[in-house]
């Protein structure tokens, strides 16, 4: 599966971005897929996750904020972010991986957020 992420931007704070990761190659709606952040100098954490039947689970820093989505017809994974804050600064990851299993095999290049205060 190749991914690619988009979206990605400049934002001030209690702003919204809605990021897209489309996909490629092999059968989309046969893969889980998660949304990951690195910020700088920090270790690359867990955001959000849309499984094969569409249920969802997302790290407690964005629940209320973040909502994922999957468009299966357009093989596209979507990050709708709102109430942004300073701290949700960071480059964007979408990956692929195994329904069922917390594991990641295809990773996206990453796209830029950043929010300004």
């Known amino acids: 599966v190749q991914l690619q992420a988009s979206g990605g931007g400049l934002v001030q704070a209690g702003g919204s971005l809605r990021l897209s990761c489309a996909a490629s190659g092999r059968t989309f709606s046969n893969y889980a897929m998660g949304w990951f952040r690195q910020a700088p100098g920090k270790e690359r954490e867990f955001v959000a996750r849309?499984?094969?039947?569409?249920?969802?689970i997302r790290a407690d820093s964005v629940k209320g904020r973040f909502i994922v989505s999957r468009d299966n017809a357009k093989n596209t994974v979507y990050l709708q972010m709102d109430s942004l804050k300073p701290e949700d600064t960071a480059v964007y990851y979408c990956a692929a991986g195994p329904n069922g299993i917390y594991k990641y095999y295809y990773w996206g290049q990453g796209t830029q957020v950043t929010v300004s205060s």
């Open positions: 849309i499984s094969v039947s569409g249920g969802t």
